[in-house]
């Protein structure tokens, strides 16, 4: 496999907020060889060293949408940074710039379906999660 | 009629606020404000809790800043439990309160400010950012990236992971240090040190390109406030409690940080929901004092560490007045990251940095408990109240963003005045009026206790409450 990066972004107490951390959390229990894995809360700028030294980059994190989506993405240097947010494409564009690192990237969007504060995952978000491990299954065996 | 400029959102800074500049009818600048738009109240959410778990709760108000909450809060119940914290439980939350400043102090020097200073203040907004800096100077910009990961990276091997890490805990560490850790700790010394030495190499000659705004960026005499070692050194976890004058001598004598009630009052205004402490022996608002890297090497004797201590020397070659410019944070920051370097190599190479002994077992044995340190931003301070089941019935943070808030508003009027003359307004000079508030480095989520959104804007508003001239940026 790839030297694959699997980034899980978001907040364990908002509820489906946390269906990025959760997948990466069902994903190192595979015990996958090459997949390294990191849970934030932000993309802040140094994941972009992380990112320059994989293959390939997943990035999943809970959507506001009602569809699941899966896609490649590509840098954007053009993003703004006004603060210590960042986009995944900004992320790729540093890790591009500064690292000469162009990893293959994609991002699995999941539908969440309610963010308040609270711990653990709606029903519709726990459905949404597995759908989500099936996405990702597909992409890491798409070598 | 007189106008008001608004500035909506303020940018490249954490947290959601305005300014407001009021103009004359002859279109000189009146007063200008900072609005903190924000509102969370943290002290209600926690009253019922168990004090134990408040280091962690406290943690939940900043993902830029959590570990000096956690060192903050788990003082205050560290005086509830009434325990002396072992000497190497002390010491590790001490590194990783470094390692916050050095990570945070990076993420403000090098992201949020670095644009203004290596790109120019009077670059098209577009293009003076983050990314465009990215291109222009990688090198700086790889820099400010490994700074960010040494300090996060500290944080993580400490903690367990580098956002809200529950290991600062009442009584010490939960757990003590690996041989395999500390040595990682030290093999990433080396790079990090080249990184701010470098930095300081290309910031301290561009100096010279900013004597306007180093005269004009809240440049005035304050007192200043922080914690010192016993003999008057740099300190950021433990110590006493310092007010000084500008040129840095004591206003009075030190005290225990335990103490800051005697001497320090909160005054509200209707029109911002960030508080304004104030020094209660001089009044409000002329109780007006600056916490923070500018205002701790502003009046402490040394720093402790050789580097560091000869760049403090260097910064001294600076006049009194020419310190009292908030535009040296900047500078005051990197001899921070210096500092928080040479220090954490100094702890973490001593062999008793891994005892195992690291945490003191106690019940409550006091109904009331007050925890002091330093945050990247200057003094933090945590002050709980429990009932006889442990559970919180009261409590107050005096953040340190809240501590400079008379400062800010007087150093955007004292700039606004400085550069704005007339309606019509380049945008450039509305910058400077941000970046006056930027070299502070506000946190608002944590002064106001708020979540959400991190954006500011900038209004101009008659004498009538007209907004005659509006600038958003989200």
């Known amino acids: 496999m790839k030297r694959t990066l699997l980034v899980g972004c978001g907040s364990p107490l908002r509820e489906d907020d946390a269906l990025g951390p959760a997948l990466v959390e ?118 | 009629m007189s106008k008001t400029v608004t500035i909506d959102p303020v940018t490249r800074i954490e947290g959601h606020a305005k300014i407001t500049i009021m103009m004359n009818d002859d279109g000189t600048v009146d007063e200008a404000r900072l609005h903190i738009t924000q509102f969370r109240g943290f002290e209600r959410i926690c ?56 990570q945070s102090h990076s993420l403000s020097f090098f992201h949020l400010s670095a644009p203004d200073l290596l790109l120019g203040m009077d670059a098209s907004p577009a293009s003076r950012n983050i990314m465009a800096l990215v291109s222009s100077h990688p090198q700086a910009a790889k820099d400010g990236i490994a700074l960010r990961r040494f300090g996060q990276h500290i944080i ?46 290309w910031f301290k000659p561009s100096l010279k390109k900013f004597r306007e705004e180093i005269g004009v960026f809240a440049n005035f005499p304050t007192l200043l406030m922080g914690l010192v070692t016993p003999s008057g050194d740099l300190e950021h976890y433990d110590g006493r409690l310092r007010f000084a004058k500008p040129d840095g001598t004591p206003r009075m004598e030190d005290v225990a940080p335990e103490r800051f009630n005697e001497f320090i009052g909160e005054a509200v205004e209707d029109w911002t929901y960030l508080k304004f402490p104030y020094f209660l022996q001089d009044g409000y608002p002329d109780g ?82 007050i925890g002091v340190s330093e945050a990247p931003r200057g003094t933090l301070m945590h002050h709980y109240k429990i009932d006889e089941n442990g559970l919180i019935t009261w409590s107050n943070l005096i953040i340190a963003t809240g501590h400079n808030n008379l400062a800010m508003n007087k150093g955007i009027t004292q700039a606004a005045k400085h550069y704005i003359s007339g309606f019509d307004i380049p945008e450039p000079l509305l910058n400077r009026v941000e970046a006056v508030i930027r070299t502070y480095d506000p946190c608002l989520s944590c002064s106001t206790h708020a979540f959400g959104q991190m954006p500011i804007r900038m209004q101009m508003v008659d004498s009538k409450g007209m907004v005659v001239k509006e600038v958003s940026r989200q």
């Open chain 2, 47 to 102: 009253e019922g809790r168990p004090f134990y778990e408040m280091p962690s709760l406290m943690a939940r108000i900043c993902g830029i800043c959590p570990v000096s909450h956690l060192v903050a809060s788990a003082k205050a119940c560290d005086a509830l439990l009434a325990v002396a914290v072992p000497e190497t439980g002390a010491r590790l939350r001490r590194i990783m309160n470094l390692a916050q400043i050095v």
């Open chain 1, 26 to 143: 069902l994903a190192a229990t595979k015990g996958l060889s090459g997949l390294t894995t990191k849970v934030v809360h932000q993309l802040t700028p140094e994941l972009a060293i992380d990112i320059a030294a994989s293959e390939r980059v997943i990035f999943a994190d809970a959507s506001m949408h009602r569809e699941m989506l899966v896609d490649r993405i590509k840098p954007d240097a053009g993003a703004s940074a006004e603060s210590h947010l960042y986009t995944p494409g900004a992320l790729l564009a540093l890790a591009d710039t500064l690292y000469n690192a162009q990893p293959e990237a994609w991002i699995i969007a999941i539908p969440g379906h309610s963010f308040e504060l609270r711990q653990g995952l709606s029903v519709v978000g726990t459905c949404a999660l597995q759908q989500a491990a099936v996405a990702l299954g597909n992409l890491l065996a798409a070598d």
């Open chain 2, 288 to 369: 007006i004092y600056r916490v923070g890297p500018l205002a701790r090497l502003n009046m402490v004797g040394r720093c402790g560490t050789p580097l560091a201590d000869a760049e403090l020397e260097e910064y001294r070659q600076l006049s009194v007045e020419e310190r009292m410019s908030s535009f040296h944070y900047h500078w005051a920051r990197l001899i921070e990251v210096l500092y928080g370097i040479e220090r954490i190599k100094e702890i973490v190479s001593d062999p008793d940095i891994l005892d195992t002994h690291v945490r003191a077992h106690a019940e409550p044995n006091r109904s009331e408990g």
């Open chain 2, 156 to 201: 993580e091997l400490l903690g367990g992971k580098r956002i809200h890490p529950a290991w600062i805990v009442p009584g010490g560490v939960s757990a003590p240090l690996t041989q395999e850790h500390r040595d990682e700790i030290l093999a990433t010394i080396p790079e990090a040190m080249e990184a701010v030495q470098r930095t300081l190499a």
